[in-house]
């Protein structure tokens, strides 16, 4: 039942505000594209993995710079649709809110279930992105113009600082037990 709830309520909510967010200021961090794969992506490890997508898209756009191959590229596109687009200041800008909507989705699994087995895989991955998005962004930051990049940089910094704090009470990662037939051969 509460699977029920959850299938048909994060994805009202998702359209929900991005509908309000594209009313009030005309852009949405996502593209239609990874609005659809989110909402197609209802376990919470891989939905995560999904806003690490979107937040490399516009690192790459940013940066100028990839380590996916051409075939990745054009799988990406087809999954994701065409690059996003925009200033700096708003690719940036997309990268927080991304953040921020990842913690959300997280908090909200936590909120319902905080046992959930996929919580600490989900937190980890996106503290492993939040880490290299603070690294890749680094540099950028000293030559950030204007107040809206500044708070852009501010707010992606802030973020990634809450889902590192969060990752760090984790307990260590269960050492996964060797198969039998592993412990048969020594």
């Excluded at 999904?50 to 100028?64: D, H, N, W």
């Excluded at 999954?79 to 989705?105: F, H």
């Excluded at 939040?130 to 992606?156: H, I, M, N």
Aim: hydrophobic share 35%; proline share 4%; net charge neutral.
């Amino acid at each position: 039942m509460i699977r029920l709830i959850l299938l048909i309520a994060i994805p009202l909510t998702l359209a929900t505000n991005a509908s309000a967010r594209n009313g009030s200021q005309g852009r949405d961090h996502f593209t239609e594209r990874e609005i659809e794969q989110i909402k197609d992506t209802q376990i919470l490890d891989k939905r995560i993995g999904v806003f690490v997508k979107a937040i490399e898209r516009r690192l790459r756009v940013i940066t100028g710079s990839t380590t996916d191959t051409a075939k990745q590229q054009k799988k990406d596109t087809e999954l994701y649709g065409d690059l996003p687009t925009g200033s700096r200041t708003e690719l940036i800008s997309d990268i927080a809110k991304i953040l921020d909507e990842a913690i959300t989705n997280i908090d909200d699994v936590s909120s319902r279930d905080e046992k959930n087995p996929l919580i600490p895989s989900a937190l980890r991955l996106l503290a492993t992105e939040a880490t290299r998005v603070v690294e890749q962004l680094r540099p950028l930051q000293a030559q950030a113009s204007g107040d809206a990049e500044v708070a852009s940089f501010e707010q992606v910094t802030e973020n990634a600082e809450s889902i590192l704090s969060a990752a760090n009470r984790l307990p260590p990662p269960a050492v996964k037990e060797k198969k039998k037939s592993d412990k048969a051969k020594n």
